[in-house]
């Protein structure tokens, strides 16, 4: 039996690109909203963090913030920041956009949390991609390609997301 006043297991998702201006603020509003829309937003946290620091405390590309808005997330509050060492350990899982940046973070990763570490689109139900490629240079297209398949992936988290607390919510 589960103790009504016990505090509910939480789980905490970390997405990383390289300046955390397009990829993965995109990824962290998305999932952002999937979790809040499944009723899950006092169990999972949500953030996203660049493997470089080109962009600290600003709001994520003008073009990623207006095609999310047009297909209804927020990414407004959002602001860039470095990852930091401490976000290995808590965080419970931290994906990548791409392989460059899933080697950078393995590189930074202590050992006893590199099994945190994947890619995005391992997530992914509909797409298959190794990689959400970066539209940084590219046109509306390239935007549009990022929701994609952070949309199919964010299904695909969340279902892993609530196996997960599941897991963590059973007696011992």
């Excluded at 990548?96 to 050992?111: G, I, K, S, Y």
């Excluded at 988290?157 to 059973?170: E, S």
Aim: hydrophobic share 35%.
């Amino acid at each position: 039996m589960q103790d009504e006043h016990a505090p509910a297991a939480t789980y905490s998702v970390l997405f990383v690109c390289m300046g955390n201006i397009c990829r993965s603020p995109t990824a962290h509003g998305v999932f952002r909203h999937k979790v809040v829309h499944s009723g899950l937003a006092d169990q999972v946290r949500v953030d996203s963090a660049g493997t470089h620091n080109y962009h600290p405390g600003e709001a994520p590309d003008d073009r990623s913030q207006r095609h999310a808005a047009q297909r209804g997330y927020d990414l407004s509050s959002l602001r860039a920041r470095q990852m930091l060492p401490r976000d290995f350990g808590q965080h419970d899982l931290i994906l990548a956009m791409d392989w460059d940046n899933l080697t950078l973070a393995q590189e930074r990763c202590q050992p006893e949390h590199a099994h945190k570490l994947r890619r995005m689109t391992e997530f992914c139900q509909q797409f298959d991609s190794p990689v959400v490629p970066d539209p940084y240079y590219g046109g509306a297209a390239g935007f549009e390609e990022v929701l994609d398949l952070v949309e199919d992936a964010c299904e695909g988290l969340l279902h892993h997301v609530r196996q997960q607390l599941q897991l963590r919510a059973r007696p011992r």
